[in-house]
C-alpha cells in the first residue's frame, strides 16, 4: 500500500505563475504535513508545516490541508527561476521521533 | 545558521563490504533519523534513535544495518555486507524535543555506490 501519492511531473511553469503542487495519502492516522524543498544532490529543506487541516501562508508559499479528502496541496505565488527544485510532501502519525513518510516529489522548473 | 553534516559525500565500495556513514547532527538535538533515496524514488525512512536507543525502525533496516552514536557529536549508520541494491543517497537528520513539530532538519547526504 503506498501511504503517499505524489504526481512526479515533471512541471513548467513560466516565471510569475502561480504553481499548485498536491499528494493524496491513505492514512488516516497522519496529523503532521510538511513540504520540502530539495535541489539537485542536496538534502530535502523544510518549507512549510501544517498540523491537521487548514490553511498556512508564509510569503509566496500557502499550505492547505484536507483530512477528509486526504489531500495536500501547496501553492507558490509569483513563482521565480530559484523556486526550481524538487517539491517532496511528507507526513507523520505523531511528533515523538516519528518517521516521516514522503511522496515521491515533483519536480518543478520555472522558466524566466 | 547549524547545520547537519555528513561524510564522506560520495562512498564507493565492493559488493560484500562494510561500509559506516558518518553524520554530525545539530548540537541541541536530540532525535537522529537515517533516510535513503534511491535514484529516482522516493525518501525512505530507516531509523529513528533516541536516549541512545532505536526508536522505530522500518522493514528496510534489517540486521544488516546498525546505528551508533559513539560520542557526543556523531551518529553512524553501518552496512555490515553491502549489496548492489543499497546502492542510493543516504540522508541523516536531527530534530529537537521541543516545539509543535520536532521538525526534522537533513544533511547533504551520503552517496553510496556499491559496485
Known amino acids: 500500500q503506498k501511504e503517499v501519492e505524489q504526481d512526479p511531473g515533471p512541471l513548467s511553469v513560466p516565471e510569475g505563475a502561480i504553481v499548485s503542487l498536491n499528494c493524496t495519502y491513505s492514512n488516516s492516522a497522519f496529523q503532521y504535513f510538511m513540504w520540502y524543498r530539495q535541489y539537485s544532490r542536496k538534502g530535502p529543506e523544510l518549507l512549510m508545516y501544517?498540523?491537521?487541516?487548514g490553511n498556512k501562508e508564509d510569503g509566496r508559499f500557502t499550505a492547505q490541508v484536507d483530512k477528509s479528502s486526504k489531500y495536500i496541496s501547496l501553492f507558490i505565488r509569483d513563482s521565480q527561476p530559484s523556486d526550481s527544485a524538487t517539491y517532496l510532501c511528507a507526513m507523520s502519525v505523531g511528533r515523538t521521533g516519528n518517521q516521516f513518510y514522503f511522496g515521491t516529489g515533483t519536480s518543478l522548473t520555472v522558466i524566466p | 545558521e547549524p547545520e547537519v553534516t555528513q561524510t564522506p559525500s560520495h562512498q564507493v565500495t565492493q559488493m560484500g563490504q562494510e561500509v559506516i556513514l558518518r553524520c554530525v547532527p545539530i548540537s541541541n538535538h536530540l532525535y537522529f533519523y537515517w533516510y535513503r533515496q534511491i535514484l529516482g524514488q522516493k525518501v525512505e525512512f530507516l531509523v529513528s534513535f533516541y536516549n541512545n536507543e532505536i526508536s522505530e525502525k522500518s522493514e528496510i533496516f534489517d540486521d544488516q544495518f546498525s546505528v551508533e552514536r559513539p560520542d557526543g557529536s556523531n551518529f553512524t549508520l553501518k552496512i555490515r555486507s553491502t549489496k548492489l541494491e543499497d546502492s542510493a543517497m543516504y540522508f541523516c537528520?536531527?530534530?529537537?524535543?521541543?516545539?509543535?513539530?520536532?521538525?526534522?532538519?537533513f544533511g547533504p547526504g551520503t552517496r553510496l555506490t556499491v559496485t
Open positions: 501544517t498540523y491537521s487541516s
Open positions: 537528520a536531527s530534530s529537537t524535543n521541543t516545539g509543535v513539530l520536532r521538525e526534522q532538519y
